[in-house]
């Protein structure tokens, strides 16, 4: 492998210091040397980065990429946005005990079919070739991929569970003490094998898949706090992390068990990265409390080591009908989600039945009407609910009116309502929409019936997509720079088809090029250098020695690229389903991987795929 040079680049070393101007000599997947003018080899690749930024790989540190690695190795989605580090194995889930497959259950499916809204035709050809059956198998098989950047595995506490308890005793009955102390020994052997860290999961919409099982919620969510304790003394004093996401509607819950970060009460911290620190648009307190909690678990008095993540821009995301990320937060909407996606026949025997629509009704109008508490709650923003329930919110993607797309539903509900004031003959906009409102019953009264029949019309053909928190970017930007948060929750590999997040990186650094290139080289450091340190990984700095996995970042494009007009709905053969993606055209000029050129001016490197860039990295 021929030497590299960068040459004349805006280098950022990821330690936060001001960007220089400097030649980079890359040798046997080594930065061997930095400076001005440095002599090369006579077949050294010579490659002229003047007006651009040279940073260190950037890191992903809250993925569910476990899967499309398994498919597509390379992972292409990563590597073309500037990402050569990926954490996997978050929220409890994963495969780090191979698909799992006995007794006729199938944990693979039944844990990541509703909790990521992954197709089942993806989950299933993932299943079949996960035939490992230990945490060091799984590392192997790994190792043995063609990897396009480097991964990090976290060990899921729901796999492990099941692969104590087996999946249906997992979600039904306490462990035994014998399974307990089984637990441990094979945390213990995790960590000894160089996982990151444990995950878990407390979020109340997060349920199992499959019959019989589909209003059980993830086996980790069936675990008392003892267990957590104790299988995170040895995370703890391994000094590796843990990764989970709160029980939204129980602080003290959530209290309780986030003091397990606390070297006062335990007498050694416990590195705790938490889901996630967002201004909720229905709930302005949320992010709010997340910070205070964060400030009081990191103070001098409880001695924590814990930080939230938080997302890089407006939470969109994309519903198909009413199968949305958070639909199962809903008990009415959660009806409508157990059910295969292809079950339209289902779905509409319950959209038409009376008591499910009464229930429907009563919760999409709680507290926008009347005088009541939960009125003044959602007057002043205080709502428990994620989604808005307002029609105002939910702009239109396709539906069988073309006219309706990049328009609110409240648009044609308020149409229907001139229409019918003016005695059918006036509002409609086209014979089309006529003669949907025609079909219209007189009883749709309110938007609440409006968006129940559309969703009895048109089912899944009604793709709509809302941003449910960060709308606010002077709160974002307060969110993204804070001492008590790190960028992250990005979710990529997860609901294919419903967020966009590979590009989250790219969102951080665009924002902080708006203040300057000080904020930039902040912003670079808490993308590399911090959380390599956090999660205890040798990546993400600049420096003679250091591993050689770096990006090239166009300034100027990255100034004009508008992140909410990029998103698009794709068919990724190598998955065989649609997938929305971000690809900001232009912005990440070259990614390197291991000292090899794997992203070049728009163009994967022909060996993709097929050939080993990056690799699995042991937490140190």
């Known amino acids: 492998m021929p ?30 040397a930095i400076g001005k003018a440095l002599p090369v080899s006579g077949d050294a690749v010579d490659i002229d980065c003047r007006g651009l930024w040279l940073l260190p790989g950037m890191l992903d540190i809250h993925t569910h990429l476990d899967l499309e690695v398994e498919l597509t190795p390379g992972l292409p989605e990563v590597v073309r946005h500037g990402t050569t580090t990926v954490l996997i194995g978050n929220c409890s889930i994963g495969v780090s005990y191979g698909n799992q497959r006995r007794n006729g259950e199938d944990p693979i499916v039944d844990c990541f079919a509703r909790v990521e809204n992954i197709p089942r035709v993806v989950l299933e050809k993932v299943a079949e070739q996960c035939t490992w059956d230990s945490s060091s198998a799984y590392l192997d098989h790994l190792r043995a991929l063609p990897l396009g950047v480097n991964v990090a595995p976290f060990l899921p506490h729901s796999m492990l569970r099941i692969e104590v308890m087996g999946l249906k005793e997992s979600v039904s009955r306490k462990p035994t003490s014998a399974e307990l102390r089984k637990m441990e020994r094979l945390v213990e052997t995790a960590m000894q094998e160089g996982y990151v860290g444990l995950s878990t999961d407390a979020l109340p919409f997060h349920f199992l898949a499959n019959a019989p099982h589909k209003k059980s919620k993830i086996p980790t969510q069936y675990a008392a706090f003892s267990e957590l304790k104790q299988l995170l003394s040895v995370v703890r004093r391994f000094g590796r992390v843990w990764q989970a996401t709160p029980p939204k509607d129980d602080i003290v819950a959530a209290v309780r068990g986030f003091l397990l970060t606390s070297r006062r009460l335990y007498r050694r911290a416990l590195k705790t990265s938490v889901l996630a620190a967002l201004d909720l648009r229905t709930n302005q307190s949320a992010y709010r409390l997340c910070l205070l909690l964060a400030h009081i678990l990191n103070s001098k008095l409880l001695g924590g080591h814990f930080h939230f993540q938080a997302l890089s821009g407006p939470f969109r995301i994309w519903s198909d009908g009413a199968i949305n990320p958070v639909a199962d ?33 009563r919760m999409w109008m709680k507290g926008r009407k009347g005088f009541s508490p ?21 702009n239109v993607v396709e539906c069988p009116l073309p006219h309706w797309s990049g328009k609110t539903l409240q648009e044609p509900y308020r149409r229907l309502k ?18 949907l409102f025609r079909k219209v019953p007189a009883s749709v009264k309110d938007d609440a019936r409006f968006l129940l029949f559309l969703l009895r019309e048109w089912d899944t053909a009604l793709r709509w997509e809302t941003a449910i928190a960060n709308n606010d970017p002077d709160i974002l930007r307060h969110l993204l720079f804070h001492p008590m948060t790190l960028p992250g929750f990005n979710d990529s590999g997860a609901h294919l088809a419903n967020i966009a997040f590979y590009d989250g990186n790219l969102r951080t650094l665009k924002i902080a090029q708006e203040e300057g290139l000080t904020r930039v080289a902040e912003s670079v450091m808490r993308l590399t250098s911090v959380p390599a ?3 205890g990984l040798d990546v993400g700095v600049i420096r003679v020695g250091a ?5 090239v970042l166009d300034p100027e494009a990255l100034r004009m690229w508008n992140p909410e007009q990029t998103c698009e709905l794709l068919v990724r053969p190598e998955l065989g389903c649609r997938a929305m993606v971000n690809r900001p055209a232009g912005v990440v000029r070259e990614v390197m991987v291991s000292g090899r050129r794997v992203w070049v001016e728009g163009s994967y490197a022909d060996d993709l795929g097929k050939a080993s860039y990056g690799t699995v990295l042991r937490a140190l």
Request: hydrophobic share 40%.
């Open 3 to 32: 030497e590299t040079v960068y040459r004349n680049a805006h280098l950022f070393d990821g330690l936060g210091t001001a960007p220089v101007e400097s030649d980079i000599l890359i040798r046997d997947g080594l930065v061997v």
């Open 329 to 361: 937060e809903l008990p009415e909407l959660r009806a409508l989600n157990e059910l295969e996606l292809d079950d339209r026949e289902g779905r509409l025997r319950i959209l038409n039945d009376p008591q499910w629509e009464r229930d429907f009704c």
């Open 374 to 394: 939960a009125r003044l709650l959602h007057w002043l923003r205080l709502d428990h609910i994620v989604l808005s329930r307002s029609l105002a919110d939910m």
């Open 418 to 435: 001139l229409w019918r004031v003016y005695g059918r003959c006036y509002g409609a906009q086209s014979a089309a929409e006529e003669t």
């Open 533 to 535: 340190r956090f999660f």
């Open 547 to 551: 591993r050689a996995d770096l990006c």
